[in-house]
C-alpha cells in the first residue's frame, strides 16, 4: 500500500482550493505525511491568511513564507526545516507565472523582461529549491514538479509558458542525473488542463478543457485529486525505480494524434 508516515514532505505553490497543489497536498496528508506548507507574502498578509486557513485541516506542522525571487527567504525556509525536522523527504515544486500579456500575441514580441520572469519562476526555481533540499534529504527523497503538454507542443496563448515548461522538463532530467547517486528521485507530472488561478490567466481556457473531454481516451479531463493521487505514487517507495520522468495525467489526450 501506499504509505508516506514518517515522511516530511515540503509543498509550495498552494493558492487556494483549485489549486493542484491542494490536491497534492492533501493525498500526501492522506497517505501519512507530515507536511510543511509555503505561501507567497504579500504586504497586506491576504495570501498567508487565505492559504492557513485553507490547510488547517491538514494540520501542517510548518506553515512558511516562501517567494523564490528573494534568496534570503529561500535559505531561511530550508534553514527552519533542518531545526524544525532535522531531514526532508518530499519537495513538490508547483510555481509557474508569466505576465499576462507574454501569454499571447505574436510570440516574437515576448519582451526580454517578459522571458526572464517566466523562466525565473517558472523553471529556475525547481533548481534553487532542489539545491536547498539536496543537503536534507539525507536518506533519499523525492521531488516532483508540475509541467504541460505546451512543453513540447504549440498550444494556443501559452507562448513564453511554452519555453519555461520545456526548460523545467530539461530541469527534471538534470537534477535527476546529479541527485540520483544519494537515492533523490527527480519526477514532473503533466496534467491535462484544470481550471486553476495559474490556468485562467490562458486565454481560452475553458474551451480548452471541454476540447480535451471531446478527444482525450476517457472522453474528459482530470481533478487534483487525481494528479495528487500521482504525486503521491511518485513520492512514495512504490515508484523506487523511477527518475527523470514526466508522467502524463491528463485522460490519455497526450496520445493522440488528432484532435
Known sequence: MLNLTGKNALVTGIANNRSIAWGIAQQLHQAGANLGITYLPD???RMENKVAELVAPLNPSLFLPCDVRNEPQIQSTFETIRDKW???DILIHCLAFANKDDLSGDFSKTTRE???LALEISAYSLI???GAAKPLMTEGGSIVTLTYLGGVRVIPNYNVMGIAKA???MN???LAAEL?????RVNAISAGPIRTLASSAVGGILDMIHHVEEVAPLRRTVTQ???GNAAAFLCSDLSSGITGQVLYVDAGYEIMGMG
Do not use: M
Open 43 to 45: 504586504e497586506k498578509g
Open 86 to 88: 532535522g531531514k526532508l
Open 114 to 116: 517578459g522571458f526572464n
Open 128 to 130: 534553487q529549491l532542489s
Open 167 to 169: 526548460a523545467l522538463e
Open 172 to 174: 527534471v532530467r538534470y
Open 180 to 184: 540520483g547517486p544519494q537515492n533523490i
Open 225 to 227: 485529486i487525481e494528479v
